[in-house]
């Protein structure tokens, strides 16, 4: 049995969508942005370089999963992808999708607007959008 574990402040911050072969793939609670974060099951993973040589390259392959699926359910301008974990050091992925008219544009969602929570009914929304859109 692995000793791998949520970081709390993920467990907190997101909710279950799928689990793909290497990663929990969980949505952010904030409903200014369709936005998934990719945490590869690897105990004890902080970087890239942590992940070993298959791992690397499946999470390239579950990155492009979760970007298509943001793609086709919710046509944004454009994918912000990126691996930062200053405030929450296990590894994880944010993918993102951004609009001209959401409330970051053109800046990072970082630091920009509250998180807004989402209603239980959008939540539920989204994440059978999700869910159909990652088993598409």
């Not at 359910?73 to 200053?86: D, E, M, Q, S, Y």
């Not at 959008?122 to 159909?132: F, H, I, M, S, V």
Request: aromatic content about 6%; charged content about 25%; glycine content about 2%.
């Amino acid at each position: 049995m692995s000793d791998w574990s949520l970081h709390p402040q993920l467990t907190a911050d997101t909710r279950l969508v799928v689990t793909l072969p290497l990663c929990d793939v969980r949505l952010m609670d904030d409903a200014n942005y369709p936005w998934l974060i990719l945490v590869p099951r690897v105990t004890g993973a902080r970087e890239l370089i942590d992940l070993a040589d298959t791992d690397r390259h499946q999470l390239a392959d579950e990155i492009d999963t979760a970007s298509r699926a943001l793609r086709s359910a919710f046509r944004p301008h454009k994918l912000n992808v990126a691996a930062l974990g200053n405030v929450v050091a296990q590894l994880h992925v944010h993918v993102i999708a951004r609009f001209e008219d959401d409330p970051a544009w053109p800046a990072p969602v970082w630091g920009r607007v509250a998180a807004r929570p989402h209603t239980p009914d959008e939540l539920a929304t989204r994440l059978k959008r999700l869910r159909g859109a990652l088993h598409d």
